[in-house]
């Protein structure tokens, strides 16, 4: 195999294992166990007058201003009306910064780098649930019963499709550990991706979400930790749902309208992702020929300078069987000559002389 190849091949070992190091709780998602931990029938539309109040009997909701946009009043309104008994708190954005200056002040600084409000709004959800307890409603989500079986649980999340859980509505007890391990994990998701769909979903949405909590209950949980699930169902599709939801404005930007267009014309979708898998594949052939080419250059040059070289070599080649040949006859001549002036040791006869020549001129040079 090429070295170039292996090269290659290498370095695709090493991208594969840094994309599934990366993305591993990710993949995660693609296995749906939300129904184990599911709120059943029997929780939330049965007898609970037996059952203890866990959850604190507060609604939280954010918006910029107090100044509430008129297609979600509705929504608000029954939900205060049904739970005369519960605090409401409005979250707007300054009294949201003023709770993480003064409650969490190590937050701050990421809370205020957050390039998009949106991402403000998911954070503090958390941390007024973590602090306060109570359950948090988006304002396009108007309730449709009471919310009193919800307070049974330690906390409670909802399922979403295609898989995970979401942030739109959520409960817990104060100081629940998977909202602790929430808001611990905020810093280290603040990234840019780019794309400002999955920035925001990555960084404080759903998605993000998601992730901690496949994190959380990863090597078990004791039952007190246990986050239950609101299925859909119960969420606001069936005949017992606690939600009424309302259309209106999303913080959905153009290019989440595109993401969510890319489901409708699937097929559209997955002969682009061929075309784009084939440029990539071009890509990396286009690198291999490269590569190639640049082993193939370094090669000629080596080449070119050995033949460059062979004169010179020739040449050293030649004097050294030069040498060796003045040597031989130097020895002979020595050996021919010597006689009692010259040495102690006895005359050596020209015969054994002419034997010792024919020797040494027949060894190799």
Request: proline share 5%.
């Amino acid at each position: 195999m090429k070295t170039e190849l292996k090269i290659l091949i290498w370095a695709h070992v090493a991208l594969v294992l840094f994309l599934c190091y990366e993305t591993f709780d990710l993949m995660t998602l693609l296995y749906d166990d939300t129904f184990k931990d599911s709120l059943l029938d029997s929780d939330l539309n049965s007898d609970i007058s037996s059952r203890p109040q866990l959850i604190p009997k507060i609604i939280h909701q954010t918006y910029k201003t107090n100044d509430i946009p008129e297609i979600w009043q509705d929504g608000q309104r029954k939900c205060q009306e049904l739970h005369p008994d519960y605090k409401y708190i409005m979250w707007t954005d300054e009294m949201a910064r003023n709770f993480i200056s003064e409650e969490y002040p190590w937050f701050l600084k990421t809370f205020d780098s957050y390039k998009y409000n949106i991402e403000r709004a998911d954070s503090i959800r958390y941390f007024v649930l973590n602090h306060f307890g109570g359950i948090y409603i988006d304002l396009d989500d108007g309730c449709a019963r009471r919310l009193d079986p919800l307070l049974s649980v330690p906390a409670f999340v909802r399922k979403t499709t295609p898989s995970g859980i979401s942030n739109d509505v959520m409960g817990s007890v104060p100081r629940h550990p998977f909202f602790i391990k929430t808001i611990k994990s905020l810093e280290s998701y603040n990234r840019n991706w780019l794309v400002p769909y999955i920035t925001i979903m990555y960084s404080t949405g759903p998605l993000f979400l998601s992730v901690i909590w496949k994190q959380y209950k990863r090597w078990g949980v004791p039952e007190s930790g246990v986050v239950r699930i609101l299925q859909p169902a119960d969420y606001k599709s069936g005949a017992n749902a606690f939600f009424n939801i309302t259309e209106g404005s999303s913080w959905h930007l153009g290019d989440a309208k595109f993401i969510k267009s890319l489901a409708d014309h699937i097929g559209t979708a997955v002969i682009g992702g061929f075309l784009i898998a084939l440029a990539i594949l071009s890509v990396e052939f286009a690198i291999y020929l490269s590569l190639v080419a640049l082993a193939n250059s370094r090669a000629m040059k080596k080449c070119m300078s050995f033949i460059k070289d062979l004169p010179s070599r020739f040449s050293r080649d030649s004097e050294v069987d030069e040498n060796k040949v003045n040597n031989h006859i130097y020895k002979i001549a020595l050996l021919k000559r010597r006689n009692r002036k010259d040495s102690n040791l006895p005359i050596v006869h020209i015969d054994v002389a002419d034997d010792i020549e024919k020797q040494i001129m027949n060894q190799p040079m």
